[in-house]
């Protein structure tokens, strides 16, 4: 089993940056792929961000390629997402979540999320 629990966001300017983090309990983060998702009010939940169990591959959505970093650091079992250049658009809840490589695609285990407000 393992918990997820974000931290970080908070309100701030567009243009502005912002880093959330992902702390997670347990002996199986450095096994596990790890991803970002987010909610904005009103729309369903969309894919952000994720990195491989090794950390050596990344993917990204379209809409925050070249501005958010997702990384990650095993001794602290933690995951990051480095958000730069942030747009009122990227308002939204954001969640980190986990996966098994063997079901890369089902994230089974959730944190709670964090809010990112970002005004114009």
């Known amino acids: 089993q393992v918990q997820l629990v974000e931290s970080g966001g908070r309100l701030v300017q567009a243009g502005g940056s912002l880093r959330l983090a992902c702390a997670a309990s347990g002996r199986t983060f450095s096994s596990i792929h790890m991803g970002w998702f987010r909610q904005a009010p009103g729309k369903e939940r969309e894919f952000v961000a994720r990195?491989?169990?090794?950390?050596?591959?990344?993917y990204y959505a379209d809409s925050v390629k070249g501005r958010f970093t997702i990384s990650r650091d095993g001794a602290k079992s933690t995951v990051y997402l480095q958000m730069n250049s942030l747009k009122p658009e990227d308002t939204a809840v954001y969640y980190c979540?986990?996966?098994?490589?063997?079901?890369?695609?089902?994230?089974?285990?959730w944190g709670q999320g964090t809010q990112v407000t970002v005004s114009s």
């Open positions: 979540a986990g996966a098994w490589p063997f079901t890369p695609n089902d994230y089974q285990y």
């Open positions: 990195i491989s169990a090794s950390g050596g591959s990344t």
